[in-house]
């Protein structure tokens, strides 16, 4: 087990785990059109952070890849498919994290949230703009800070 696991409930580590994936989907159907590239990128990151993650994360990111595709997949598949409806079902499961960020550590807690945040940006970046390169869409744009997390560094 992750040791800052330890004091969490297993609804809350599954919670954590879930987190890339809630991320993924959430900014990559910010435009109601989750496409392949934003799929692809969402995989893509999750292999690198397996080997280029904060340290402190590196095994975080290695439990987050296990399965990741099928898990990303099964999760798009289980939210409905209407961004209107999708969103504030992701951002309330998005929100609990409030409450169990405090639990970490705060070095932790603040290299996870940046770490997510990372994700997010370039999961919008990864669809749109000149040849698909560096631009957010508007939809994106509203949602990529995660606000609904509150940054623990504050």
Not at 64 to 73: G, R
Not at 78 to 105: G, H, M, T, W, Y
């Amino acid at each position: 087990m992750i040791p800052e696991f330890e004091k969490l409930s297993e609804g809350e580590i599954d919670l954590i785990l879930k987190t890339p994936i809630l991320v993924s989907i959430l900014i990559a159907g910010a435009d109601n059109n989750i496409d392949k590239t934003e799929i692809k990128k969402a995989i893509s990151i999750s292999k690198e952070k397996q080997k280029r993650a904060r340290a402190s994360l590196l095994d975080y990111y290695r439990e987050v890849a296990d399965n990741f595709e099928d898990k990303l997949l099964i999760m798009i598949q289980s939210f409905p498919s209407d961004a209107q409806d999708r969103n504030p079902i992701i951002i309330d499961e998005l929100e609990k994290l409030n409450d169990v960020l405090p639990k970490f550590d705060k070095q932790y807690a603040v290299e996870f949230y940046e770490s997510i945040k990372e994700i997010a940006k370039k999961i919008a970046e990864s669809s749109g703009g000149v040849l698909g390169y560096m631009a957010v869409g508007y939809e994106e744009s509203k949602l990529i800070g995660l606000k609904m997390i509150d940054d623990p560094s504050k």
